[in-house]
């Protein structure tokens, strides 16, 4: 298993640029998620998904969309990006059904918007 | 809501000395609770998790929490700190399955643990 993988490493953009994080797993997992890490905060939910077809909103939304069209992947999207996105991002996945399943993270992907 | 708090942002221990985390917590209903270490430019790696039962959870690397409801506390703990113990320390907590939304894992900012030789 490749488990949580995340493309790419790192990305330079312009303010009001998008662009798409990609997220894929290989373990069947039902739940995924999107947080961003910024020095100081700890991690903090973009938005998850508990199945294909399924999201929804975490603590910091706001400029980011995703969509979950396959069990395997969950991109997000940088609608126009900006400066205060700068930030490491991770996804993470977790096994169906049970809220005590602990979560597997990407090795994230390091954003710096100029 | 949840929260996770972290009260010292830095721990330093000498090697061979034992080490502790701390971690309180805040949620309704009996709460998941958990904590992941992360190595520089490196994704979370999960450690140990309480679910119920025993209030002493042993996890990877010789780690272990000790789970207190009346101080609603998760300690991460290890009798003798290695040099390679040097990370950045998460504790989280998950709420009691009530909903789609209550996957929700709300993390606290980390504690970043210096073992030195």
């Known amino acids: 298993n490749a488990g949580v993988t995340q493309t790419p490493k790192f990305q330079v953009l312009k303010t009001g640029q998008s662009m798409t994080l990609q997220c894929a797993q290989d373990?069947?997992?039902?739940?995924m998620s999107w947080y961003r890490q910024d020095p100081g905060m700890g991690l903090r939910l973009i938005h998850y998904?508990?199945?294909?077809?399924?999201?929804d909103q975490g603590e910091v939304p706001n400029g980011y969309n995703v969509s979950r069209s396959t069990t395997e992947d969950f991109p997000l999207r940088l609608l126009s990006a900006a400066p205060s996105q700068t930030s490491v991002y991770f996804c993470?996945?977790?096994?169906?059904?049970?809220?005590?399943?602990?979560?597997?993270f990407g090795p994230g992907t390091r954003l710096t918007v100029l | 809501a949840q929260s996770v708090a972290q009260p010292e942002d830095q721990v330093n221990v000498a090697e061979g000395n034992p080490l502790t985390v701390k971690c309180t917590y805040s949620?309704?209903?009996?709460?998941?609770l958990f904590w992941y270490v992360q190595y520089p430019n490196r994704g979370l790696q999960f450690l140990l998790k309480?679910?119920?039962?025993?209030?002493l959870v042993k996890g990877s690397y010789g780690f272990e929490a000790e789970f207190n409801k009346s101080q609603t506390s998760f300690h991460l703990k290890k009798p003798s700190a290695l040099v390679s113990d040097s990370a950045l320390y998460f504790c989280?907590?998950?709420?009691?399955?009530?909903?789609?939304?209550?996957?929700?894992?709300?993390f606290g900012k980390g504690t970043k643990l210096s073992v030195i030789p």
């Open positions: 993470a996945s977790s096994p169906p059904g049970l809220a005590h399943n602990e979560q597997f």
């Open positions: 373990m069947n997992h039902e739940y």
């Open positions: 309480y679910i119920t039962g025993d209030n």
């Open positions: 998904s508990v199945g294909a077809g399924i999201t």
């Open positions: 949620v309704s209903g009996n709460p998941y």
């Open positions: 989280a907590v998950r709420a009691p399955y009530s909903g789609a939304g209550s996957y929700q894992l709300t």
